[in-house]
């Protein structure tokens, strides 16, 4: 194996004279990677990475399919949208055949930044509001109009504090819901702080505009809603004259196995669903997909043009995408194996305290440690720790939720079970290792 380019040092050197200074590295010593392949991460030392956190590489890094249909549409023409081509009516009418209920329109973008602050246009444009709900720790993207509605943001350093056209509703948390909730109430009750919301806007004589959520929160701390939690908040905030969003940027595209969309596994039907990252594998666009009646409220006389959004490059690749999830039957393998990962880590929680709460739907998966199974004290040391073992012994996670006590995990779709259980042996190895030395 032959080292080429510049060392880690020059790079991490190089880094700080010609980047921006937040532009983050993972890892205290962080890593070069030079070439990607399925499930696997290749370093310059030769070393592979086993990747069960990079939910980009939906079908794995650098899937041929993917790889043929960018370049044979680079190769022939790329151009906007104001030219006719088959790609992006053909990608648009596969993709809504995906969805229920009246999502019919789609348009696409190049991030899911640009999908949600086009989201965020279209429910102006319908609603004439700007009051929107979030939840609490969430996280919608990168724009300054984004990063508003981004608790995850505004209320960390560098944020400036929520603005008066945003409102936080309680994280629905199944694990840290209070104790003297009955099990079958626990949707309601949360369900209560977004009626809350609504009441604190009517106070100061407004409306809602939008309720935005990740069909599973992500940043958050992989946060499964309780059932029935989004039907209630639906007829909530639709009563209030409100629309109900979907950002199915981190969770869609058939992760969670039983369903394409995240959403689905709540019995609701968003106004407007946003998505991105797993899209194009690895190539930057995105989508908004929404309902007849909306998009006509959109269409108020101003132009929407995206340079590069649809274009038949993009298309073709989200084309090949949705082929190789359906061909190879990737949300049944993500169902399957997420089920496997979930009794592995459930025996794992069986001998080890510092587990609290292990959940998942497919491969959308979060471990959560605590130091005190009954206080729940986020054990945010031991989390890191893991987290870096782990990555000394070829595995790549992450930590998540507002305290980094959870181990998150999104595997590319084509994870198998000898991957599961090559996760799992390192797991077990770094839990003895770091629990020994506490
Ligand atoms: N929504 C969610 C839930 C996300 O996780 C992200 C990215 N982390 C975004 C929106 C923004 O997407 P992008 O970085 O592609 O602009």
């Not at 990608?91 to 009246?102: F, N, Q």
């Not at 990168?142 to 960390?156: G, H, M, N, V």
């Not at 992450?398 to 090559?422: C, Q, V, W």
Request: charged share 20%.
């Amino acid at each position: 194996f032959q080292q080429t380019g510049r060392s880690r040092d020059a790079i991490v050197a190089a880094r700080r004279n010609a980047l921006l200074p937040n532009l983050s590295m993972s890892y205290s010593e962080p890593i070069k990677f030079v070439r990607g392949e399925g499930v696997w991460l290749i370093d310059d030392r030769g070393r592979a990475y086993l990747d069960c956190f990079n939910n980009v590489c939906h079908l794995g890094h650098a899937h041929p399919d993917v790889v043929r249909a960018l370049s044979w549409q680079a190769g022939l023409l790329n151009t906007n949208t104001r030219y006719l081509h088959d790609n992006i009516v053909t990608y648009a009418e596969r993709l809504t055949a995906t969805l229920p209920g009246d999502l019919t329109v789609a348009t696409f973008a190049c991030s899911g930044s640009e999908a949600n602050s086009l989201m965020l246009r279209m429910m102006r444009a319908h609603t004439g509001r700007e009051e929107a709900i979030v939840l609490d720790w969430a996280y919608h993207g990168t724009t300054q109009e984004l990063i508003d509605l981004s608790p995850y943001k505004y209320k960390r350093k560098g944020g400036k504090g929520r603005k008066p056209h945003v409102y936080e509703a309680t994280i629905p948390d199944p694990y840290r819901a209070p104790s003297d909730w009955a099990q079958d109430e626990i949707a309601s009750r949360y369900a209560e702080s977004v009626a809350e919301q609504i009441e604190r806007m009517r106070k100061a004589g407004k409306a809602p505009g939008l309720f935005l959520a990740e069909s599973i929160p992500s940043v958050a701390g992989q946060v499964f809603l309780p059932d029935g939690y989004l039907r209630e908040v639906y007829a909530i905030v639709r009563a209030a004259g409100g629309i109900c969003a979907a950002d199915e940027v981190q969770v869609g595209f058939g992760r969670v196995g039983s369903h394409w969309w995240a959403f689905e596994t709540q019995g609701v039907v968003p106004d407007i669903v946003t998505m991105g990252k797993p899209i194009g594998n690895g190539h930057p666009m995105a989508a908004v997909v929404t309902t007849r009646e909306i998009a006509a409220s959109f269409n108020n006389g101003m132009e929407y043009f995206n340079t590069f959004g649809g274009n038949p490059v993009s298309c073709a690749v989200g084309l090949a995408v949705l082929d190789v999830i359906e061909r190879d039957n990737l949300r049944q393998n993500a169902l399957d194996t997420g089920n496997y990962l979930l009794q592995r880590f459930e025996e794992m929680k069986a001998r080890y305290d510092i587990i609290g709460d292990v959940r998942g739907q497919g491969l959308f998966l979060g471990i959560e440690l605590v130091t005190d199974c009954k206080t729940k004290h986020p054990a945010t040391e031991i989390a890191r720790a893991i987290n870096n073992g782990a990555k000394q012994r070829g595995v790549l996670m992450g930590t998540e939720g507002p305290h980094d006590n959870i181990l998150k995990l999104r595997p590319p779709m084509i994870f198998s079970r000898a991957n599961a259980d090559y996760l799992v042996d390192v797991l077990e190895d770094t839990f003895a290792d770091v629990l020994s030395n506490q």
